[in-house]
């Protein structure tokens, strides 16, 4: 089947402590993406990446670190900076990033608590 | 950063009716449209793509393009209960003075069908 995973499902850690959330696709994408949504909020991109090993900030970049080293992968590492972690985290992917090739298609998500 | 406009909701109608979700934005040279649906508590589904002017059916689901208004619009005919979720509308920014090149989503509207 192809498709993205997201995991773990959910995650609890304590706060000052750095956490990896997986992504990983198989539909041959190109881009990817991530975002985090709050409670009744829309979502917010964090970083994106159009290509391996190269990947641009979002909105909301600060506290957040992304790799894409292969095409399949997009980890994102939540870090200690990062002033309010509990979130609805989404990762996407893409085709491309032009016209049509915006549909993005999203993952599970990882829901993240952190106390 | 490109702005995309939903009324919050939430939308209630009766069972059978048909359900007007309207999205504006602000950039006028947006070429694709997007309509997602996200249930509670889970992650946004790809429900519609629009790249021209007029209007694309596909089963229960209409979507409305009108660029010189800068309005796109969902019509969701003979709604179901199961139709009750929020739904978000995205539309992709390539902006020259910041290089980000993404979709933005709207906050959604959350609809609701009564039974």
């Known amino acids: 089947d192809g498709g993205i995973t997201q995991s773990p499902k959910y995650l609890f850690r304590k706060e000052g402590q750095n956490v990896t959330l997986s992504c990983e696709q198989n539909?041959?994408?190109?881009?990817m993406y991530w975002y985090r949504q709050d409670p009744g909020q829309g979502l917010r991109l964090i970083y994106y990446?159009?290509?391996?090993?190269?990947?641009q900030k979002g909105d909301i970049a600060e506290g957040y670190s992304v790799s894409r080293e292969k095409k399949e992968s997009f980890p994102l590492t939540v870090t200690s900076a990062q002033k309010n972690p509990t979130a609805f985290y989404l990762c996407?992917?893409?085709?491309?990033?032009?016209?049509?090739?915006?549909?993005?298609?999203f993952g599970p998500g990882t829901r993240l608590t952190v106390t | 950063q490109k702005e995309v406009e939903q009324n919050s909701g939430p939308l209630s109608v009766p069972e059978g009716a048909i359900a007007s979700l309207n999205c504006t934005y602000s950039d006028r040279g947006s070429q694709s449209f997007f309509w997602y649906r996200q249930y509670s508590g889970k992650s946004p589904e790809l429900i519609m793509s629009?790249?021209?002017?007029g209007d694309k059916e596909d089963g229960r689901f209409t979507a409305q393009l009108n660029k010189a208004s800068q309005y796109v619009s969902l019509l969701i005919r003979d709604s179901q209960p199961s139709d009750s979720a929020t739904y978000l509308c995205a539309v992709p920014g390539e902006e020259e003075d910041t290089g980000r090149r993404a979709l933005t989503f709207g906050s959604g509207t959350r609809l609701q069908v009564q039974p």
């Open positions: 629009i790249y021209s002017n």
């Open positions: 996407a992917s893409s085709t491309g990033l032009a016209g049509r090739y915006y549909e993005q298609y």
């Open positions: 539909l041959n994408h190109d881009a």
């Open positions: 990446s159009q290509i391996v090993n190269d990947f």
